[in-house]
């Protein structure tokens, strides 16, 4: 993944510190360890405490504020990349919502430990702080979502459905369960359904079916290729069934929508002719 550190550190602050409004030229998570602050970024007003942390964004501007009589103490680690925005969906973290709370207390000082630890003149330094890294942000990740901690976050609702579609329509010729495009999407299956139909005015299924069975058309116009093998690229592996669900949808089987596509095709071409 391209995700690279950049450095760490740990900040006592003093009554009412505050850094900004400005911009960090690389991502940050902070982890609030103690006391209160307040954290602005898009607009937005996030009051935070102790057990919380917040996101800050490679070039949006933001502005942190300790409290004036229980400021806080917080540690960070910065890095960057292109897929940084992807991880930090998989947290459900966005610049409209970047905070989050987590558990136990501390759980970020042992990472502290490790970072600190790597010998800057040695040849593996690098390499250790990337593998720190990496465990880091994947127990965070995992440690957000099993416990459940992660503040809800209010999306559009076609940015679920947007997302979902892309997910089909990269995984329809392959063994495509519903609950595993919600999981994928981070909703539940029923809302997933709830969506599809408010939007699109189809069940989820219905779309994957829909999309199997057009792009089923569009090889059939292949004479080369047999029914089976048409089948099985768009995600059947039984023949049969196959045939059912495409005249179910098309209103042709499978064979006598490839003839009509032949006979249309060479009533076009003679009266080029």
Request: hydrophobic share 40%; glycine share 6%; charged share 20%.
């Amino acid at each position: 993944m391209d995700i690279r550190y950049g450095y760490h550190g740990k900040q006592i602050c003093e009554p009412s510190y505050s850094w900004g409004p400005g911009i960090k030229g690389q991502y940050k998570i902070m982890f609030i360890h103690a006391g209160k602050g307040v954290y602005q970024i898009d607009g937005k007003t996030f009051h935070l405490q102790q057990g919380e942390g917040f996101i800050v964004y490679d070039n949006i501007l933001c502005y942190m504020e300790a409290d004036q009589t229980d400021p806080w103490i917080y540690s960070w680690i910065a890095f960057s990349g292109n897929e940084v925005i992807s991880l930090l969906e998989r947290a459900h973290i966005s610049p409209h919502h970047p905070v989050f709370r987590y558990a136990p207390l501390f759980w970020f000082d042992s990472y502290l430990d490790e970072f600190t630890a790597c010998n800057e003149n040695h040849s593996t330094c690098e390499l250790r702080r990337q593998s720190i890294l990496f465990r880091l942000l994947a127990d965070w990740i995992e440690m957000l979502v099993a416990t459940s901690q992660i503040l809800p976050e209010v999306k559009p609702k076609d940015t679920y459905i947007r997302k979902a579609i892309e997910f089909i329509r990269m995984n329809y010729n392959q063994r495509v369960a519903i609950s595993e495009v919600a999981h994928m999407v981070g909703i539940d299956r029923v809302y997933l359904s709830i969506l599809f139909k408010e939007i699109l005015n189809v069940s989820p299924q219905q779309y994957l079916l829909n999309l199997r069975m057009d792009k089923a058309g569009d090889l059939l116009g292949n004479s080369q290729l047999s029914i089976a093998e048409v089948s099985y690229s768009v995600g059947y592996n039984d023949p049969l069934l196959f045939s059912k669900m495409f005249k179910k949808v098309k209103g042709l089987s499978p064979s006598h929508f490839r003839a009509k596509l032949i006979r249309d095709s060479s009533i076009v071409l003679s009266r080029l002719d």
